[in-house]
C-alpha cells in the first residue's frame, strides 16, 4: 500500500473494498490500542522465550542478547506475556509513565 | 422474438432465469414467491437447467449462498418476500458494499402484523436503503424481460452491483398472462457471460469484506453509494438495447398522457396499469390528467422525475406502505424532498392504499383525484391520507 489508510480517498478503493494483496495485516498498527506496555527485568529474565510462544501477535522478537522484547508497532499491551513469564521478569507500565 | 403462451408470471419468471443460464440458485420458500422457486427446483431436478439448486434452511442462508456463489463467479439467482426478506436483511446490505452482482425477484408481500401473505410494498420498502439497484414491474411480460434485464446490468463489470426485480405478489405472481418468450438466440445476444471485477480464486488470494475502520469507513460508504448513482447510464443503456430486441421499451420514469396534464397520479408496480383506466376515464371527462411510473427506484432518476412533472400542479403520490409517525408513504416522503425549493412546486396529496392486498379499483383513483382536487394547499392534516378507511 503506498498511501497509509488515512490518506486514502475514496476513490482510491478498488470495487467492493476487495483486498487483492495478501498478508497485509502485518500493515494494521495494533499498537495503538495500547495502553499498558510489557516491561522486561534483565536481571529476572531466564531467556527461556516463554513470552515469545504465548504472544497471541507475535509481537515479541528475540535481541541479539538473546533477550526478549516486544515490537510496539504491534503489542496490543494484553499482559499475557506478564501472566506466563515463568520467572515473573516482565510487568506491565502505564503507556504515560 | 420467441413465442407467445399463456403462463402463470412465475412459472415464466423461472424459465426466464432459466434462459439466463443461472449457475446458482439459492432460496427458500415464501409465499407468494413460492411458485418461482419451486419451478426452478423442478427445472433443476428434471436436467432441464444445469445449476446448483441449493434449498438452504432459511433465508438469511440463501443470501449468505449467494453472496458466496456471486464471489467465485456463479450467475446467483435468490427470490423472497416479506418476512423472508426480513430474515436476509443482514446479508443484504453486506451483497453491495462487496458489489455483487446478486439477481433477487422480490414478490413483494406486506410485512407482519397482522400477520399478512398479501400485497403491497412494506417489504421493500424496509430495504429502500440497501444500497441494491430496485426495479419495478408491472405485468408478467415486465417481469421476463426484466430477468435479463436484471443480469445484464447487474453483471455489467462497470456496474456490479446486485439488483431486486419488485414483482407485486398474488397480482401478478399468480396470475396467468401471455407473454412472449425470447428465443435463446437474443438471450445470448443480450446476455454475455458473467465475467466478475472480483473472483474468489485460491490461486490469487484476495479479501472480500474487510475489517473497515472509522477512519476508512466513510470512504468506503461515498465509494459505494457513486457505484450505485454511476449504474444509470448502464441500466438505460440496457434497457435501449432491450427496445431494439424486443420492441418493449423501458424507461426509468414512464408516463402516459403525462404531457399536458395538470395533475398526475405517481405509481410503482401493478396499480400503473389500473391507475391508466382510471387516467382514460378521467380524460373521457375532459379532466386534465395523467400518469407517471417510477419504475426505476434507486438509483433515482431524478432528472427524468424533474422532466416528467414539468408543468404538473398536483401529484397525486399512491403509497403502498407506511412510515409510521412519519411523513406519511415513503414514495410521497422522497418526492416532496426532491421537490422542495423547486420554481412552481406542485401540490403534492398522498394515498396510502392496497396495503396487504386490498383492491383499488380504477374507480377509487377518480374517486382519490376527486378528493385531491379540493385539496388546494398543503395542509398538514392532509399531509397522508389512509384511502378508504374505516372510521
Redesign the interface.
Known sequence: MVKS??E?????????????E?GNASQYKTGDWRSIRPVWDKEKCIRCGVCYLFCPDMAIGKTGEGYFETDLYYCKGCGICVQECITGCIKMVEEEE | MGKRIGIENSLAAAEAIMMANVDVVAAYPITPQTHIVEHLSELVADGELDAEFIPVESEHAAMSVCCGSSAVGARTFTCTSSQGLALMNEIVFIAP????PIVMILANRSMSGPLSIWNDHTDVMSIRDCGWIQVFTENGQEIFDHVMFAFRVAEDPKI?LPLIVNVDGFTLTHVIEPIEYWDQETVTKYLPDFKP??VLDPDH????G?F??P??F???K??QD??LINSKPGIVQAWEEMGKLTGRHYRPVETNCAEDAETVFLTMGSFGETVSIAVDELRKQGKPVGQIKIRLWRPFPFEEFRQAVQGVKKIIIVDRAISYGGPGGPVAGEIRSLLYGEDNMPVITNFLCGLAGRDVTPEDYIAMYEKSEAMKGIVREEDYIFYGVRE
Open positions: 489508510e488515512e486514502l480517498s475514496w476513490k482510491d478503493l478498488g470495487v467492493g473494498c476487495v483486498v487483492n495478501p | 458494499s462487496l458489489r455483487l456490479s471485477v472480483n488470494p484476495v479479501t472480500m474487510a473497515g475502520m477512519s476508512i466513510t470512504e468506503a461515498k465509494s457513486q457505484a
